[in-house]
């Protein structure tokens, strides 16, 4: 087994069928000439998202941890002309990078990138009564990710969406010897889904360009 073919193989489908256009790349390649760390969804992923949200017949996203924007794309091209996505991003680099992409992708007016700690925001968004969305992806810090679950379940109504990225981190989440905040707080989120009877999930592992991973996906009953 050879990481390098994961790599291929994403690269295979991503020019056969996914159809990743000059504006994604672009962003990409802003992200990259800003300095960005290179932890964006994979071309298969972000479409994906963009699969997922379309089915779910999405119109309001929320999404957590926005880096570049890339995985914001996705979502929000999968929106109809009067839906709306709200992202949070902690990083003001992160931010206004993100803003830059949307608007060369021409999503300003669906995009809304919020910059503060998520768990700050969350409060606000809830209070400004953004919510229920119908759509959600958790991606920022992974300590906190049972926050953003409960979070995420708030924010909802029966048949919201929720997906979860890096669930699996290269096995680390079965590891006893793993002990890092990601990891536990990845645990912490497995164990309330576990004691949620509002959410329907499973978790799906992967191998591809960004090694071996996962996601999980949820529906709230
Ligand atoms: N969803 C993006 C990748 C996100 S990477 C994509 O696939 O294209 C994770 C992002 O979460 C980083 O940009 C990081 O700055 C941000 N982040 C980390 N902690 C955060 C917090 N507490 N609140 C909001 N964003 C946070
Ligand atoms: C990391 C974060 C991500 O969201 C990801 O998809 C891959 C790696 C990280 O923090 O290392
Ligand atoms: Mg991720």
């Given at each position: 087994?050879?990481?390098?073919?994961?790599?291929?193989v994403d690269a295979?489908?991503?020019?056969?069928?996914?159809?990743?256009?000059?504006?994604?790349?672009?962003?990409?390649?802003?992200?990259?000439?800003?300095?960005?760390?290179?932890?964006?969804?994979s071309?298969?992923?972000?479409?994906?998202?963009?699969?997922?949200?379309?089915?779910?017949?999405?119109?309001?996203?929320?999404?957590?941890?926005?880096?570049?924007?890339?995985?914001?794309?996705?979502?929000?091209?999968?929106?109809?002309?009067?839906?709306?996505?709200?992202?949070?991003?902690?990083?003001?680099?992160?931010?206004?990078?993100?803003?830059?992409?949307?608007?060369?992708?021409?999503?300003?007016?669906?995009?809304?990138?919020?910059?503060?700690?998520?768990?700050?925001?969350?409060?606000?968004?809830?209070?400004?009564?953004?919510?229920?969305?119908?759509?959600?992806?958790?991606?920022?810090?992974?300590?906190?990710?049972?926050?953003?679950?409960?979070?995420?379940?708030?924010?909802?109504?029966?048949?919201?969406?929720?997906?979860?990225?890096?669930?699996?981190?290269?096995?680390?989440?079965?590891?006893?010897?793993?002990?890092?905040?990601?990891?536990?707080?990845?645990?912490?989120?497995?164990?309330?889904?576990?004691?949620?009877?509002?959410?329907?999930?499973?978790?799906?592992?992967?191998?591809g360009s960004?090694?071996?991973?996962?996601?999980?996906?949820?529906?709230?009953?």
């Amino acid at each position: 087994m050879d990481e390098r073919q994961w790599g291929a193989v994403d690269a295979y489908f991503t020019r056969t069928i996914v159809w990743q256009d000059g504006v994604l790349e672009s962003a990409l390649a802003a992200n990259a000439a800003a300095g960005l760390p290179q932890i964006d969804v994979s071309p298969p992923h972000g479409k994906l998202l963009y699969l997922l949200a379309r089915a779910a017949g999405a119109v309001t996203a929320l999404e957590i941890g926005a880096l570049g924007g890339y995985s914001t794309i996705w979502i929000a091209r999968a929106l109809p002309p009067d839906g709306r996505l709200v992202t949070l991003e902690a990083d003001e680099t992160h931010a206004t990078v993100a803003r830059r992409n949307v608007a060369r992708a021409g999503l300003s007016e669906k995009v809304e990138v919020r910059l503060g700690a998520a768990l700050d925001l969350l409060p606000k968004i809830e209070a400004e009564g953004l919510g229920p969305f119908d759509f959600v992806f958790i991606d920022a810090d992974k300590s906190n990710n049972a926050n953003y679950l409960t979070w995420a379940v708030r924010l909802s109504r029966p048949g919201t969406v929720i997906v979860v990225d890096n669930v699996v981190r290269e096995g680390a989440i079965v590891d006893a010897a793993a002990s890092d905040p990601g990891t536990v707080g990845l645990r912490r989120m497995f164990e309330m889904m576990a004691r949620e009877p509002r959410l329907k999930a499973t978790a799906i592992q992967t191998v591809g360009s960004k090694g071996w991973d996962g996601f999980v996906l949820a529906i709230v009953e």
